[in-house]
T-cell receptor, first 111, second 114 residues
């Protein structure tokens, strides 16, 4: 089945800097890649997703890129703010199987 | 529109006991998925139900079971609790199936096994 690896497990950046979180997946048939953000004590919430027919997607300060050949996708956050501090999870699915999540990245934005 | 509601939010059990957790999905959502969240392990898939049928099951022992009712509400049960079952159990609902669109998570049921 699908296996998703996520790096790094923790990331600290200065406010205003960029943050990049990378994920690799194992099943070349995976075609949907969402990212969820979980603030401390809160529920995970979808922040952005990308499908396999697209190489990049942006939404204000966040963007996701997908490299199907290398089977990896990344989350990019620019101009980080303290409210970006949270745990971020990547996930992948073939469309016929449940979402498989990475183990998460704890992002700390230092003011 | 009300979000996904999970009950109870917190519970403490002892080894060997059993527990039942409940999840009410967003109105109109027919798919309910359950995940176990533990520190360092991320979100591990337990099972998914759609229209009262189990569509997928994760790699958990048979002590973990679930069901879905005709109103889409779902329950999961863990029997013969072990210390390692201590975790946050998250329920998520979606319109169709978990693999094609956004999952809306509940706040979770935090289970502590002593």
């Amino acid at each position: 089945g699908e296996n998703v690896e996520q790096h790094p497990s923790t990331l600290s950046v200065q406010e205003g800097d960029s943050a990049v979180i990378k994920c690799t997946y194992s099943d070349s048939a995976s075609n949907y890649f969402p990212w969820y953000k979980q603030e401390l004590g809160k529920r995970p919430q979808l922040i952005i997703d990308i499908r396999s027919n697209v190489g990049e997607k942006k939404d204000q300060r966040i963007a996701v890129t997908l490299n199907k050949t290398a089977k990896h996708f990344s989350l990019h956050i620019t101009e980080t703010q303290p409210e970006d501090s949270a745990v971020y999870f990547c996930a992948a699915t073939t469309g016929n199987t449940p979402l498989v999540f990475g183990k998460g990245t704890r992002l700390s934005v230092i003011a | 529109k009300a979000g996904v509601t999970q009950t109870p939010r917190y519970l403490i059990k002892t080894r060997g006991q059993q527990v039942t957790l409940s999840c009410s999905p967003i109105s109109g959502h027919r798919s309910v998925s359950w995940y176990q969240q533990t520190p360092g392990q991320g979100l591990q898939f337990l099972f998914e139900y759609f229209s009262e049928t189990q569509r997928n099951k994760g790699n958990f022992p048979g002590r973990f079971s679930g069901r879905q009712f005709s109103n889409s509400r779902s329950e999961m049960n863990v029997s013969t609790l072990e210390l390692g079952d201590s975790a946050l159990y998250l329920c998520a609902s979606s319109l169709a199936s978990s693999d094609t669109g956004e999952l809306f998570f509940g706040e979770g049921s935090r289970l502590t096994v002593l």
